[in-house]
């Protein structure tokens, strides 16, 4: 157990179980376990009806005392939340401190024009009042002694003795003067009364005992004056707030020893209380904060601040391990201080951290300093083991993969050889003159060669079984090498260069000649000088460069996929996780943990010139090089304890307080931007979740489009996204807005184009197609696209077996998995190449790959089908089932021609029965199959309900032919059921397969026009049986009425009321009714015909699912692959499909104008109705009418201007 773990364990918490997770199984109740952590973490509001000015608690803090501005003093009842009395002993003067003193009995209060007010309680009844000088008056009780000590200005400290005898204030008591070395400006008692702190105006601090007031410690000068001071629990601290808003904290050893000092407040210090036994320190100010220190161990304040208003008084209880505090509104506060989260500060090299090493199988880490100390840590009791002091300063080191040795350059030219597993040799390395300046170090697997990357642009490689003697130079990159390693079981070599590139060489062989050195490829793809490389043994390489592009790569130089920093700032370091489900890059002022599936941003840390980074074996905890410091703390991607994670912005706590209130039913607290950054740990749930799981999807859309403090989109450790959040709870807005992300970041609009964007379909697709969501097709027709891999072929040999379709776990295509050897040329026919934006349940008999081709065939949009995803996804499918649903259906086939030639020519043949019993029982074992792979679902479909009456007809029949008892009518039965069951054969064949969906689709849509020919049918039935009940029996004349409808009717009618019955049966049944029969099979047809594809395709998808439902042994298996295709550039066949497109628009145009043009006709029938030509001339006359007038009124105007004009001439 490391000293971390150590600590998360100690100590007597009363509430330390809810801050672990318990493992929730899904995102609701992960949200009740936080929820539960939340309300353990927020302080208790207590609303009063006034602002308190002031407090103390009562001793079994069943009661607090308030003191008001108006010059009251309240009794508060902690159990009832209420004001028992309330009464205003001053005028118009505020209350400035208020103490409980005499066992509860009495208390003092200490008005804002200095008098002191001793009143009984709870009545609060006036005792006594003493009046003072000055405005800052610093009073305590002393409780063993009965007496209030104060301060009055003076060099000198004054008390006053208290009884709990009413009269006892009858007789005058009179204050005394103790003498002090200066005017003190605030002091305190301990809580057992034994000390007394003073601090004075000449900024200095004394420690008196209480009882003989003798000088016990002191300090000197301080940096300026304290304003308040505080004992620690058992009186072995002791704290002082200055003006300049610092804070201190002294040993009370044998010497007052200072050791900490805090500068986390940017106001005046209200108040101050250690907890939890010492272990942390609070402080309360006006900038509206209270901070947690750890005084047991460096870490980051803690810091609580959940409303805007100063905080204007903090005390803690008498249990200190909680605090009460008031601010500038009309409530006082109880928070029980969290155990925080440790951060151990290790401090040993006096200049920069450069390397930062953990030995494989030990607790013990190795730190490396430009100061030239070797250091070896040990992380369980975060201690420094030993250390060495080597010549220069250590730029680079290495431990070999078995742990047993250290090996570290020097920029002084020498390479050091430290055995670290033998304690005995530790202080006495190896030392190796070397006269390159390293960049890089890399010792292969087996420990038997180490590479160097120098700035001459070479790696040099050593032999380390012979003292270091140089075995080859790699040359070939124009800047130098930064990074190296040894892969493919130390065969080749990879070196990432400031120039940009990464190259692989092949070592292997005899390497006396530089000749047997062979560049195998060079990874092309930064743009920026590379500054960080990391290499995986399961293939893969990452690198980062000065411009915050990280790219992955595989051994061959293929490029996987890119990322980009948001601040676009040099890589210091990388690191991918043993599982590849994350990985983290470190830049100089922030360390950025990313989730690999989409590529998404999960939190970043702040950090201040970071330099290296590194994990422990276990990944448990993070290592992180600042300055000269190293920070160890809790991996948050592999811990348990619960926790609130992001950047040095925002409140957690407000936070907190918002997922709290943003679950409640019509809620509408406010969500602020700040709170973007955070997650919550072990869980990975970030804002985005529960945006989405409470429909808040204005807030979800500003927050995803935030442009300065974006959240991020990523899945939690239950592999939940806010996407699948909204999909589960039908929230279609939410979903929109999730889809609209998901589209700009593959896009790349605004942002580092993220191709693996919409990863996080695979696990809510299936989800979204049941939920009837209108978009469905839209965003279907963009999950199948062409691939924008780097150096993809355009062209390939004529011979070549195209298409190819292969299941891929990788994201990017490569061309060498998809196209046979020795294909691809610069000339030939074109290729594209295509792929799926996320992994597909392609994987034959899976539940998961059921589940989806059945949430195909029930999505509200059959448009889906003629999306090319769909259409490759089940092409794909049908080539891997197509072999077993041929064989089934020729084996039925032939079971079919058996029966036809029995019937016919064998019917009493006992050998050709056994025959036909054969292929019955092979058909029989596999509906066995079915019903016992798929029960419930098996009697939904109407084919199996046929095979099961036809196995029951056949064996029946079968067991009574055997026993020759040939039963003609179970035989036909037979038949009936086993033709009508063929029809499903047809489905195999693309010709004939979407006809099986027409002839169902003809029998749904015919069946309540049926109903109404029945119903017709039966009234004339009836109606002939009424005119000769006695002529025949009824059935008979139903019969007659059903030929009827049919055209066979009989002529021989002699009365009038016959003929007319006739007439009309005839018009209705065989004209009207009929006819309209045939208009709906019509209709019917046509339709089918405009979608025939889309019945092909969902009758394919049945079959499918039909074979892997009794694919009983991929049950359980959970895995998805991409799909990559390579085709030829089909033009001709993109022009059909075009065309046929184009033609099924002009349709649909055709017949808006046809409406547009009805419409029309409409509207002018309705305008000549009106007599618009008599309107129309009517109105021209107005108008010529209107013109007259108006040039009569100018020819006027003209003779009145000329008039005008004649006149001014005179």
């Not at 609303?47 to 803090?61: G, L, Q, R």
């Not at 040099?460 to 892969?487: A, Q, S, T, W």
């Not at 849509?1005 to 009234?1019: E, G, K, P, S, V």
Request: proline share 3%; with cysteine; glycine share 4%.
């Amino acid at each position: 157990m490391s000293g971390i773990e150590q600590r998360y364990q100690a100590g007597s918490w009363s509430n330390t179980d809810v801050y672990f997770s318990k493992n929730p199984e899904n995102f609701e109740k992960a949200m009740e376990e936080f929820s539960i952590f939340c309300e353990r973490q927020l302080p208790t509001v207590w609303n009063i009806p006034f602002k308190p000015t002031c407090f103390d608690i009562s001793i079994k803090e069943e009661y607090l005392l308030l003191g008001g501005p108006h010059g009251n003093v309240a009794n508060y009842e902690i159990s009832t939340m209420s004001i028992l009395r309330d009464e205003e002993i001053t005028i118009s003067k505020s209350i400035q401190s208020v103490k409980f003193i005499l066992q509860d009995a009495q208390v003092v209060a200490l008005s804002e024009d200095c008098v002191l007010y001793i009143l009984e309680y709870p009545s609060f009844q006036f005792l006594h009042k003493i009046t003072l000088k000055i405005n800052k008056v610093v009073f305590r009780f002393k409780k063993q002694s009965e007496m209030i000590l104060f301060t009055n200005g003076t060099a000198e400290i004054f008390s006053f003795k208290v009884n709990i005898d009413e009269e006892f204030y009858m007789k005058r008591p009179e204050k005394k003067a103790i003498k002090i070395e200066d005017i003190p400006t605030t002091f305190s008692l301990s809580d057992d009364d034994a000390l007394l702190a003073m601090a004075y105006v000449n900024k200095s601090i004394s420690i008196f005992f209480a009882d003989t007031m003798s000088k016990m410690k002191e300090t000197g000068p301080n940096h300026c004056k304290a304003v308040t001071l505080v004992f620690s629990q058992w009186n072995k601290h002791l704290s002082a707030a200055f003006e300049d808003f610092s804070v201190y904290v002294w040993a009370l050893e044998s010497t007052l020893a200072l050791k900490h000092t805090f500068s986390t407040h940017s106001a005046n210090i209200t108040g101050i209380a250690f907890v939890r036994e010492n272990t942390y320190i609070v402080t309360s100010s006006e900038d509206n904060n209270i901070n947690v220190c750890n005084l047991k161990g460096e870490c980051q304040p803690y810091s609580m601040n959940i409303m805007d208003s100063k905080v204007l008084m903090m005390a803690g209880n008498k249990k200190h391990n909680k605090v009460y505090y008031i601010q500038d509104f009309d409530a006082i506060l109880l928070w029980e201080v969290p155990q925080l989260p440790k951060i151990t500060y290790y401090r040993g090299h006096k200049d920069r951290v450069t390397k930062i090493l953990f030995i494989p199988n030990s607790f013990e880490l190795i730190s490396l300093g430009e100061d030239g100390q070797f250091i070896l840590w040990d992380s369980r009791m975060d201690l420094k083991h030993d250390a060495l002091q080597m010549e220069g300063r250590l730029a680079n080191g290495l431990v070999s993969p078995s742990g047993s040795k250290a090996i570290v350059y020097s920029d002084a030219h020498f390479v050091y050889v430290v055995n670290i597993d033998d304690p005995r040799t530790l202080s006495s390395p190896t030392k190796y003159n070397f006269r390159h300046d390293v960049l890089c170090m890399q010792i292969s697997n087996s420990e038997t060669k180490l590479a160097f990357g120098d700035r001459q642009n070479r790696v040099r490689v050593f032999d380390m079984k012979n003292g270091l003697n140089e075995l080859f130079i790699i040359k070939g990159h124009i800047l130098p090498i930064i990074e190296c390693y040894f892969i493919n079981e130390d065969r080749e070599i990879l070196t990432a260069s400031m120039d940009c590139t990464i190259c692989k060489w092949s070592i292997s062989g005899n390497l006396s000649h530089e000749s047997k050195i062979i560049k195998l490829s060079t990874f092309l793809g930064h743009q920026a000088a590379i500054t960080s490389m990391i290499v995986s043994p399961d293939g893969y390489v990452v690198s980062g460069s000065e411009d915050g592009v990280i790219i992955f790569w595989n051994y061959k130089g293929n490029k996987l996929y890119s990322s980009c920093c948001p601040n676009q700032i040099p890589i210091k370091a990388l690191y991918l996780s043993q599982d590849h489900t994350y990985f983290i890059s470190l830049q100089e002022s922030m360390c950025s943990f990313w989730q690999l599936g989409n590529l998404a941003l999960l939190f970043q840390i702040n950090v201040t010139n970071a330099s290296f980074l590194a994990l422990a074996n276990d990944e448990k905890f993070v290592a992180i090089a600042e300055d000269n410091t190293i920070s160890l703390s809790e991996n948050p991607l592999g811990c348990s304890s619960i926790r609130i994670i992001g950047k040095n912005i925002g409140s957690p706590h407000r936070f907190m307080k918002f997922i709290l209130n943003c679950q409640k039913e019509n809620s509408k607290v406010q969500y602020e931007m700040d709170y973007n950054h955070f997650i919550i740990a072990p869980y990975m749930i970030g804002p985005a979740h529960i945006l989405s799981f409470c429909n808040r999807f204005n807030d979800l859309n500003i927050a995803l489009f935030y442009e300065p403090n974006r959240a991020s989109f990523f899945s939690t450790v239950n592999d939940e996204n806010p996407l699948s959040i909204c999909v589960d709870l039908e929230f279609k807005n939410c979903i929109d807005i999730c889809i609209k992300y998901m589209r700009q970041q593959y896009n790349g609009k605004n942002t580092f184009r993220n191709l693996r964007a919409f990863y996080p379909l695979e696990s809510c697709l299936t989800k979204l197609n049941a939920i009837d969501y209108p978009y469905i097709k839209k965003l279907y027709d963009g999950l199948f696209v062409r691939s924008e891999a780097d150096m993809l072929p355009r062209f390939c040999l004529f011979e070549t077996d195209l298409p190819v379709e292969i299941l891929s776990e990788h994201f990017t295509v490569i061309s060498d998995q998809i196209l046979p050897p020795n294909s691809s040329s610069h000339s030939g026919r074109p290729i594209v190449f295509s792929q799926s934006l996320f992994p597909l349940d392609l994987d034959l008999g899976t539940d998961s790959s059921i589940e989806f081709l059945q949430s195909i065939l029930d999505c509200s949009d059959p448009e889906i089908f003629r999306t090319s995803l769909v259409i490759e996804y089940l092409s794909f499918k049908w080539k891997k089932v197509k072999p077993t649903v041929y064989i089934l259906g020729f084996i039925y086939i032939f079971y079919i021609i058996l029966l036809a030639l029995y019937i016919v020519l064998f019917i009493e043949s006992q050998e050709f029965l056994i025959a036909l019993i054969v292929v019955h029982c092979i058909l029989w074992a596999f509906e066995i199959l079915q019903i016992a792979t798929d029960f419930s679902d098996y009697w939904k479909n109407i084919w199996n309900i046929q095979d099961q009456l036809r196995s029951l007809s056949f064996t029946f029949y079968a067991i009574m032919a055997w026993q020759e008892n040939y039963n003609d009518n179970i035989l036909l039965a037979v038949v009936i059921f086993s033709w009508s069951r063929g029809i499903s054969c047809f489905r195999m064949f693309d010709e004939t397969r979407y006809m099986v969906r027409l002839i169902i689709q003809v029998i749904i849509d015919i069946q309540t026009f049926f109903f109404i020919l029945f119903y017709a049918t039966f009234a004339f039935a009836f109606v002939y049986y009424m005119r000769d009940p006695e002529g025949q029996p009824f059935p008979m004349y139903l019969t007659q009425a059903y030929r009827l409808d049919l055209g066979d009717f009989e002529t021989d009618l002699t009365e009038a009321f016959d003929w007319i019955i006739f007439f009309v049966a005839t018009l209705i049944n065989p004209l009207i009714m009929l006819n309209l029969l045939i208009a709906i099979m019509s209709d019917t047809a046509a339709a089918v015909a405009e979608i025939d594809d889309i019945c092909n395709l969902r009758e394919m998808a049945e079959m499918i699912m039909d074979i892997e439902k009794v694919m009983f042994w991929k049950k359980g298996i959970y895995r998805k692959f991409y799909l990559h295709k390579c085709d030829f550039t089909q033009a001709e066949e993109a022009e059909n499909e075009d065309s046929t497109t184009f033609i099924r628009e002009i349709k649909k145009q055709v017949i808006e104008i046809r409406m547009t043009v009805k419409s029309l006709k409409s509207h002018a029938k309705k305008l000549e109705d009106f007599n618009f030509h008599h309107s129309l001339t009517s109105f021209m006359d107005e108008q010529g009418d209107m013109e007259v007038n108006v040039r009569s009124q100018l020819k006027d105007n003209e003779e009145l201007i000329s008039d005008i004009q004649k006149k001014m001439n005179i």
